[in-house]
């Protein structure tokens, strides 16, 4: 057991365990991991008491092993793996992870306190993403990555690490795969896909930051309510994203990756912007309005629990879930009031006059009445005249649409 480090024999024989550790392929997780990651930290502790001058930069002590022995980056690739990572780990781009520092101690003689420093736990992390299984090329055809690829194979780790880089350290894409996911569909969902889709939404919600905050506990049934009358409007999804931005949400238009069978998605992580996706997989006018307010009722109801991310496919019920039922009985009562719809003859008739007439009291567009109609009834070809195709994604003109 690991223990507070009060003497140079403390000292030295911390330093001799962390040695024996990184003579040991250990992996990231174990016991064995985190005495590594502890003892780090007491050394580290220790030395800045003791030793006020301060250990060499971990870079600057590989640069000075390789102007001692006359080495190239070429000659590190053994230690480091490509002679990209070589590059970017000598330009302080990626971080030591611990099998770099496992190689380049052994093979190279530098000191394991010095290229342990200032790492932190998660650095050290080695992650199990196969960096290969990401839609690359589909994201390259999108535009989501701009720089040429012509190896999608060798090159993946290395352009994905600048794709995500965006987002910050390289473990917040480990974080974004690895975190927990409340995923509503009723097929198996691409996970390299659906991590790659929201980091893309992730940036671009942060390259257009709402500059307003949102306010605890603002998004309430009156508050979609008031974004409802918007739909009455013909460039109404437009000025939904507007008015969110206004309030403190950021609202993301995204198509979705092949395998992710999506249709909207919340974001929602402590202390940052929600994030309200939709991919508009159908181009429909009801579709987006329901989706729209079912990410909402998330944000509305499930904000600052433990599960950060809502993925929706909504052509499948809320399949006994409390979270989801939550979100769909939320999300109708802000588009149509339960207790309105039952007295409205919209509820019973398939009859244009009876959608436009309930529209008009609610000051909704009647898209939004004919789809729950349509979705009550299971009759997808009744009031076709009034859903709105094709008249969603056209609003969008700076999107990709494939």
Request: include cysteine.
């Amino acid at each position: 057991m690991a223990k507070v480090i009060k003497s140079d024999a403390d000292y030295e024989a911390a330093l001799a365990e962390i040695d024996s550790l990184l003579a040991n392929e250990i992996a990231a997780g174990t016991p064995e991991a985190e005495k590594l990651e502890l003892l780090t930290l007491l050394v580290r502790e220790y030395e800045s008491s003791y030793f006020p001058i301060g250990l060499p930069d971990p870079i600057e002590a590989i640069k000075f092993r390789m102007e001692q022995q006359n080495l190239s980056q070429r000659d590190l690739v053994p230690f480091i793996g490509s002679r990209s990572k070589v590059s970017e780990v000598l330009s302080g781009r990626r971080p030591l992870t611990l099998s770099m520092i496992r190689a380049l101690h052994s093979g190279l003689g530098i000191p394991a306190k010095v290229l342990l420093q200032e790492r932190e736990p998660a650095d050290l992390d080695e992650s199990p993403i196969h960096w290969d299984r990401f839609p690359l090329r589909e994201m390259v055809t999108r535009g989501w990555i701009e720089e040429k690829v012509e190896d999608y194979r060798s090159q993946a780790e290395d352009v994905l690490r600048r794709f995500f880089s965006e987002l910050g350290p390289i473990q917040t894409a480990v974080a974004l795969y690895r975190q927990s996911q409340h995923v509503r569909s009723a097929r198996d969902l691409d996970r390299y896909a659906l991590t790659a889709w929201t980091a893309r939404a992730m940036i671009l919600a942060r390259r257009n930051a709402p500059k307003a905050e949102l306010k605890e506990g603002s998004v309430d049934l009156g508050f979609m309510r008031e974004l409802a009358r918007l739909s009455f409007l013909d460039e109404g999804p437009l000025l939904a994203q507007e008015f969110l931005a206004k309030h403190g949400i950021a609202f993301v238009v995204l198509p979705h990756l092949p395998r992710t069978y999506l249709d909207g998605a919340a974001i929602l992580v402590k202390g940052q912007t929600p994030v309200v996706a939709v991919t508009l997989r159908y181009d429909r006018l009801d579709n987006f309005w329901f989706c729209l307010m079912h990410e909402l009722a998330h944000v509305a109801l499930h904000a600052g629990q433990d599960t950060a991310q809502f993925f929706d496919d909504l052509d499948v019920g809320s399949q006994g879930d409390p979270k989801e039922k939550e979100a769909d009985e939320l999300a109708g009562e802000a588009l149509i009031p339960e207790q309105q719809w039952m007295r409205s003859a919209a509820s019973r008739l398939r009859s244009p006059e009876a959608v436009r007439e309930l529209a008009n009291q609610l000051g909704i567009h009647p898209a939004i009445v004919a789809g729950r109609f349509r979705h009550e009834y299971k009759s997808y070809r009744v009031l076709n005249q009034f859903v709105g195709h094709g008249q969603v994604r056209r609003l969008f003109r700076d999107v990709r649409w494939s």
